[in-house]
């Protein structure tokens, strides 16, 4: 097997808009650098990469031009590239969302960077040997959507409140880590996959890559050289804990624990020469919710609107013409193979269970998910969650997809797993 890592600065220039909060917001300060990481793999004529951006989100049309570009200046297979987000809320702008419009000047920055990074990836490709480790962690992501006793979920809600009954769901503890060494037995890079928003500085003007990005610092000050973080199936996992009156824990703090995790895990992880390699994917058509007027004005049972109600309103007829537009909302679903484990990439957020599922289903193969992956179609809960509503299930631009889209996406990630 042979492998190669890089990565380069994306700290956008302070003025630029942030996306994290819905809201106009200009970063005014940088706390710390956001990055973007490539990674590289080639094992018995097959090949498959990973690009990871310190960013909200990412749109499928950067996917598509950034493989192009790939496939046009070094050959590589678009089809075999990964592009995922953090889900950083402390960003730029990449996308329009709510009040937030898309910083089109610094997203072509962004892809010409991102291909320069890729190529040094592919220059300092080198005999490698990978090792596949995981571990549980029970101190940073909870289920931020709590019942209420009049059936109701209220997102971020909280305990102790007396009308506060339980939590809805689970959570996915699994720290799973691909760590891979040079010849000389130098730690070149890792993929770490966890399931948790980093929402930290979202709402204020400073830059930051948020908690992954203390990982990668954590990490790095271990000895490895690139340490990529893929998120998970995230959509109700916050870092916020319902169960002690919302108390949440520093970005510093929680990059800690999960470097924790990751030695821990490696301790134990046996080391492969080779891997076989593979890739698969399919595009789904998803089909939009058909919105009464109720879920429309944001005033059906359960509907929970954050930071300005107004602003749902304000960009409602923009959603509405687009559901009419175009009918269904293309999600593309992708799974890299790495002998028994499988990297499926998923463009929303999806929440845990759905991703449970996935990892359950697709056994004896090991499924990692990948969220906010090739692109982004909003939320995708559970189908059971819209009855009870919250933030995730309030109709809006980013979520406004049927209610069976999780039963979907779950079932054909399980169906494109079991045909590797």
């Known amino acids: 097997m042979r ?16 996306i994290g909060w819905i809201r106009e917001i200009q970063g005014d300060r940088v706390l710390d650098p956001l990055y973007a990481r490539a990674a590289v793999f080639e094992s018995r004529g097959e090949r498959a990469a990973f690009v990871q951006l310190d960013t909200l989100s990412v749109r499928s049309e950067d996917v598509a031009d950034l493989r192009a570009r790939l496939e046009a200046r070094y050959g590589f297979p678009g089809a075999r590239v990964m592009v995922s987000a953090t889900h950083n809320h402390a960003g730029p702008a990449v996308a329009s969302i709510g009040a937030v419009r898309r910083e089109d000047g610094y997203m072509e920055t962004l892809l010409g960077a991102l291909v320069s990074c890729f190529g040094q990836a592919l220059e300092r490709m080198e005999e490698a040997a990978c090792a596949f480790a995981h ?74 890559a948020g908690w992954p990005g203390k990982l990668a610092d954590e990490l790095k000050a271990r000895g490895c050289a690139c340490p990529m973080f893929l998120n998970g199936a995230q959509g109700n996992i916050s870092t916020s804990d319902p169960e002690r009156n919302g108390a949440d824990q520093s970005m510093e703090a929680i990059g800690a ?80 193979f790495f002998d028994e484990y499988a990297f499926v990439g998923v463009p929303a957020e999806l929440f845990v269970e759905l991703g449970l599922r996935i990892k359950e289903r697709a056994h004896p193969k090991r499924a990692l998910v990948v969220g906010l992956a090739n692109g982004m179609v909003g ?29 979907t996406i779950a079932d054909a990630a399980v169906d494109l797993i079991g045909r590797a």
Not at 3 to 18: D, N
Not at 147 to 170: I, Q, S, W, Y
Not at 181 to 206: I, Q, S, Y
Not at 381 to 390: D, H, L
């Open 3 to 18: 492998a190669g890592f890089s990565e380069i600065e994306i700290t956008p220039p302070l003025g630029t808009r942030k």
């Open 135 to 208: 571990a549980s962690e029970f101190r940073v992501g909870f289920n931020r959507r709590v019942v209420m006793r009049d059936g109701t979920t209220k997102t971020h809600g909280r305990f102790p409140n007396p009308e506060a009954l339980c939590l809805e769901g689970p959570v996915d503890p699994e720290v799973a880590v691909l760590a891979v060494r040079g010849g000389g037995g130098a730690w070149l890079g890792a993929l770490v996959n966890f399931t948790c928003h980093p929402a930290h500085h979202g709402g204020d003007g400073a830059f930051s």
């Open 257 to 336: 624990f999960l470097a924790e995790d990751v030695a821990r895990a490696l301790e134990s992880a046996v080391w492969r020469a080779e891997v076989a390699i593979g890739a698969s994917s399919r595009t789904l058509r998803l089909p939009f919710r058909e919105a009464g007027e109720d879920e429309i004005r944001g005033t059906i049972r359960g509907a929970q609107r954050f930071i300005d109600p107004n602003l749902y309103d304000q960009f409602m007829p923009e959603v509405l013409e687009k559901i009419r537009r175009e009918k269904t909302a293309p999600a593309e679903l992708q799974a890299l």
């Open 379 to 407: 939320y995708v809960p559970t189908k059971e969650a819209f009855a009870r509503g919250g933030y995730e299930t309030t109709f809006c631009g980013w979520s406004c997809l049927a209610h069976e889209a999780g039963d």
